[in-house]
């Protein structure tokens, strides 16, 4: 074999190898973009948004052990006017104190929500005025809705017959589930005087009962289940 022969194979060998490995590249590519993710949500106003990392790892893991669906346990957090934005079908948001929304910030939360995403909000304590405020924003023409018990749910995978379970105590106050709509989609979730995250997050930060935070895991599946369906 001459020189150039040499070459011509090496070279189609190479072009193969790379060809294999565009296409595995991109085969893994697809496996992740399908894959259910969690972004937490980065806002303004000194909250503390970034709390419990754990919380939406363990629950994509048990998640994924009770429904078939192929999930993606790793805390990623993003923020309204990211590009990434539209890559989260569920965004979870959660802190202590103060929310601040720019009005850019509070239309693209409101594409985000119209195009077919899902907003679930957890009050970690001392939330609620300022989100309320902020919501406003977001949705001039609507305020927060109590869900009744009978809501869809409250029952899509684990039977909640009374609603949002109560996992911390704050304020000797009921738990309550309130919810914002689109064209009759429930588009945001709301939790109030409950905390189901903090029963989400490693044992040993909040060192809940092991039935408490199964509790709050299982209710945490509903909402994803729910998110899925609608």
């Known amino acids: 074999m001459n020189l150039r022969g040499f070459f011509y194979i090496a070279g189609m060998k190479l072009l193969l190898l790379i060809v294999c490995f565009l296409a595995v590249d991109a085969a893994a590519q697809q496996r992740i973009e399908s894959q259910f993710r969690i972004a937490r949500l980065k806002y303004g106003g000194g909250g503390d948004w970034y709390n419990d990392p754990s919380a939406e790892v363990n629950l994509l893991r048990f998640v994924s052990q009770h429904i078939s669906v192929d999930v993606d346990p790793r805390y990623e957090f993003v923020d309204l006017q990211s590009e990434r934005l539209f890559a989260y079908p569920f965004l979870f948001m959660t802190g202590h104190g ?31 005025k300022a989100l309320r ?47 914002m709509f689109r064209n009759g989609r429930l588009v945001v979730f ?37 998110s899925l369906l609608h």
Request: hydrophobic share 30%; charged share 25%; proline share 8%.
């Open 133 to 179: 405020r902020e919501m406003k924003k977001v949705f001039p023409d609507q305020n927060f809705v109590e869900l009744p018990f009978s809501h869809g749910l409250f029952h899509a995978h684990f039977s909640f017959p009374q609603g949002v379970p109560k996992i911390h105590e704050h304020d000797n106050k009921p738990p309550q589930g309130f919810g």
């Open 190 to 226: 709301y939790t109030y005087e409950s905390n189901p995250s903090d029963g989400w997050a490693d044992p040993e930060v909040h060192n809940n009962p092991e039935n408490v935070r199964t509790e709050a895991l299982k209710f945490g599946t509903n909402i994803v289940v729910w």
């Open 98 to 128: 103060n929310v601040v929304f720019t009005e850019a910030e509070a239309r693209r939360l409101r594409e985000y929500l119209e195009r077919g995403g899902f907003l679930y909000i957890d009050d970690d304590y001392g939330l609620d």
